[in-house]
Structure formats: structure tokens, C-alpha cells
């Protein structure tokens, strides 16, 4: 099987961002953004999801962290649709379940080569720490725009934002590893009756 990774980089006036992804790693991360919270949450991702991921990013912090959030989200996007390539043999659909004490999330995604985001979290409060939970949406819609995926986020139960957050990004991970897992008797075809997921 060819190695299915890439390397992607995103220079703006507002943030410089790299990533390196794996998708069949074994969950190898290193992520330096400079937001504690968010390097917490992306190595949720990538340890639930055995998905190798390096991450560097430089962004307007003084500003706040919206421009740095959102541009990862879109840089990470990027690097799932390079390293899937025409997604022969994928088995397409992911989801999982995760609950974290009181809190229970759901995450279903779909490499359906059409961008949506159903984003049905409410995580409480305004922040964790010093982390904006809006921005979550923003990573998010980031993420499901350029990986061309449909994402559905739901939490099911919980009162603990930082909970909430953690079993969504646990959630997305495992998610995304069923979906991306390559289905051996599909052989060479694509998951679809079109033929395509790429239009």
C-alpha cells in the first residue's frame, strides 16, 4: 500500500502554519501553536485516531486566537484530503461514540467530497482557561471545508465544558480513523455509486 501522507504549509499575513499527517500511523503527535487547550485537543485527535500528526504554528495571538484556530483547522483539512489522494478502497463513514464522566458525545463524518458542517454543541461557557469555545466551530468548519467532508458534531449530555470538548475532539478522532481505514474486499473501487467522491 502506498504511504498515504502529506506535508502541507499555510503562509498568511496572520499565521504560519505546517503539518506532517500520517494517516496509518500509530498516533505519534508533536503540536507547538502556543494555545495549551488547543494542543490538548489536537493530540486527542491524533493519539484516538493512530494518526501520526507534527503541527507548527506561528499566528496574530496578540490579536487573539481566531485567525491561529480557524487556519489550522483549514491546514489540517488540506493535509486529510493530499494524504487520502482518490480514496480508493476507504471505507468512507466513520463515528463514534465517547463519553467522558457525565458527558457523552457524538461525532459522524463522511469523505463524501461535499463540505457541510452540522455543529450541535453547546459547551456552557465562553471559555476554558483562556480558550474561546467559539473558536471550535471555527476549527471545525475549517477542517470540513477543505477535507471536503461531511462532519455532524453532537453532544448528548454533559455540563463540564472542558469534558464536552475533550470527548467531541476524542469522538472526531476515532471517527476519522474508521473512515480513512482502508475495507480490503473494496480492492481498487471507491465507496460511492458515482464512482467519485471527488465531485
Not at 506532517?20 to 490538548?40: E, M, Q, V, W
Not at 463524518?109 to 476554558?128: A, C, M, Q, T, W
Request: aromatic letters at 8%.
Amino acid at each position: 500500500m502506498n504511504e498515504r501522507t502529506a506535508t502541507v504549509q499555510r503562509d498568511t499575513l496572520e499565521t504560519q502554519i505546517t503539518i506532517t499527517i500520517n494517516l496509518d500511523g500509530s498516533g505519534k503527535a508533536r503540536f507547538k501553536t502556543d494555545i495549551p487547550f488547543l494542543d490538548h485537543m489536537l493530540e486527542q485527535i491524533a493519539r484516538h485516531g493512530m494518526i501520526d500528526m507534527e503541527l507548527e504554528a506561528h499566528g496574530d495571538l496578540e490579536i487573539d486566537a481566531h485567525h491561529t484556530v480557524e487556519d489550522i483547522g483549514i491546514t489540517m483539512g488540506q493535509a486529510f484530503e493530499k494524504a487520502i489522494g482518490d480514496k480508493t478502497g476507504i471505507t468512507r463513514y466513520g463515528h463514534s461514540y465517547v463519553p467522558l464522566d457525565e458527558a457523552l458525545s457524538r461525532v459522524v463524518i463522511d469523505f463524501s467530497g461535499r463540505p457541510g458542517l452540522e455543529d450541535n454543541v453547546d459547551y456552557k461557557r465562553s471559555h476554558i482557561g483562556t480558550f474561546d469555545t467559539d473558536l471550535f466551530h471555527e476549527f471545525f468548519q475549517g477542517f470540513a471545508n477543505n477535507a471536503k467532508v461531511t462532519l455532524h458534531l453532537d453532544n448528548i449530555r454533559g455540563h463540564n465544558a472542558h469534558h464536552i470538548a475533550e470527548t467531541i475532539f476524542k469522538a472526531f478522532g476515532r471517527a476519522l480513523r474508521m473512515a480513512v481505514e482502508i475495507d480490503h474486499r473494496r480492492g481498487k473501487s471507491v465507496p460511492s455509486t458515482k464512482g467519485t467522491l471527488n465531485r
